[in-house]
């Protein structure tokens, strides 16, 4: 049996119930391989939620954070770090252009609160523009702009000024923009709410817009980034270029980090102090960064992300024909989706009997985001389980082609 369900119980009487969680003790892993606590393998589609984008242990940032704790740990931004410097270089060079001021913090959502005040502070304008579906985090910042009511209903008041348009449309877009507009942000893939892809020229359109409006473009590539869509940044894919950019997930291999990506300009309206964080720019997580950023160009990992993406994405397409229970696949690289016209649930705790772990996005939505060095033969060996399950799921439902 797949899963030490008394360890998870154990933990579980521990931790607030905060967390929708998959009966499977994770024990050990290895590049697109997990292994349970009682050595059940299983081919690993969920990657930590997007984390594991160079693959789970990998030796170079094992070997780097060894070294590193064998120097120093702990080391505030107050001083200065050579493998600070070293990880500020290297994100320079993989960098947007003209975004060459950087923020360090420890999540993805404090990317975001950073980049929120960051663009209040310059644009001097409290109006924000968020999208329909779009997901940015659960601290108060990262929350106002982050769409789904039930995320946000308890928790109100949050920020003022907040609105959201539909994702994809640029008249709607265009037509909230007011005097006290300020700030617009967006994830060029929208990941929490299921790989909705953008409308072919919006991502471009939205960025001149907000040129044309003098307002602060900012793009969460939290999910997007490094390399997951077959371009290093999401948002080379329209050539669309933000004012601020935001990643964290797989940018330190699984130590916690975020970066804030900042134009000159923008930076430039910030004071001392106004804002920082104790942790960021730790010398752990900047040496996993290091080595993080060496294996993704080394390995040329977004190419992969391409090559091995399309090849998935195709195998899925070929599901969706056999499988009417299948109502659309989608994605980009290594970002993908499969819609299940029922819910998924039934789909994923097959999918963890036979050896395979996924993600789901509400309830409807299976997400895939594997570690970018997931080879062929793995994912023809996932199509493979996901065939038998959904075949199993069909009969289960009475699904007919």
């Known amino acids: 049996m797949y899963g030490d369900f008394e360890l998870t119980l154990n933990e579980d009487s521990f931790l607030i119930n905060l967390y929708q969680r998959f009966p499977v003790t994770i024990h050990r892993a290895q590049d697109a391989t997990v292994w349970d606590s009682d050595g059940n393998e299983y081919i690993d589609c969920m990657g930590g939620y997007g984390v594991a984008i160079i693959g789970h242990c990998n030796r170079e940032v094992i070997k780097a954070i060894t070294e590193q704790m064998n120097k120093v740990m702990v080391c505030h931004m107050s001083t200065y770090n050579d493998s600070r410097l070293q990880f500020l270089s290297k994100l320079k060079s993989i960098a947007p252009e003209k975004l060459d001021r950087i923020f360090f913090s420890n999540s993805g959502a404090e990317s975001i609160e950073a980049a929120l005040k960051f663009s209040r502070k310059y644009t001097q304008k409290t109006g924000i523009i968020s999208m329909f579906g779009g997901y940015h985090g659960k601290t108060f910042g990262a929350l106002s702009v982050t769409y789904n009511p039930k995320y946000r209903k308890s928790f109100n008041p949050l920020l003022e000024g907040v609105k959201f348009v539909p994702f994809?449309?640029?008249?709607s877009l265009t037509d909230a923009i007011d005097d006290s507009t300020g700030t617009v942000i967006l994830e060029p893939i929208q990941g929490e709410s299921g790989i909705i892809m953008p409308p072919e020229g919006y991502v471009k359109a939205v960025r001149d817009l907000c040129t044309e409006k003098n307002l602060v473009l900012i793009f969460d590539e939290i999910q997007t980034g490094l390399g997951r869509t077959g371009k290093m940044w999401a948002?080379?894919?329209w050539n669309a270029v933000p004012d601020i950019m935001c990643i964290a997930k797989g940018i330190a291999s699984g130590v916690p980090a975020g970066v804030t990506f900042v134009k000159e300009e923008i930076a430039s309206s910030m004071n001392l102090?106004?804002?920082?964080s104790t942790f960021a720019g730790n010398p752990i997580a900047c040496s996993a960064g290091n080595a993080t950023i060496d294996t993704i160009i080394r390995e040329d990992l977004v190419t992969k992300a391409t090559d091995t993406g399309t090849y998935f994405k195709n195998k899925l397409v070929e599901l969706r024909q056999k499988h009417p229970?299948?109502?659309d696949v989608r994605g980009m690289g290594m970002?993908?989706?499969l819609e299940s016209r029922f819910d998924v649930r039934n789909i994923l705790m097959d999918g963890i009997k036979r050896g395979l772990l996924m993600?789901?996005?509400g309830r409807t939505i299976i997400r895939l985001l594997p570690p970018l060095v997931m080879k062929k033969e793995q994912v023809s060996r996932a199509i493979d389980i996901m065939d038998d399950i959904l075949t199993v799921e069909e009969k289960r439902r009475n699904v007919k082609g």
Request: no cysteine.
């Open 359 to 361: 993600l789901y996005s």
């Open 168 to 171: 994809g449309d640029i008249p």
């Open 235 to 237: 948002g080379q894919n």
């Open 273 to 276: 102090g106004e804002h920082s």
């Open 335 to 337: 970002m993908l989706a």
């Open 325 to 327: 229970i299948i109502r």
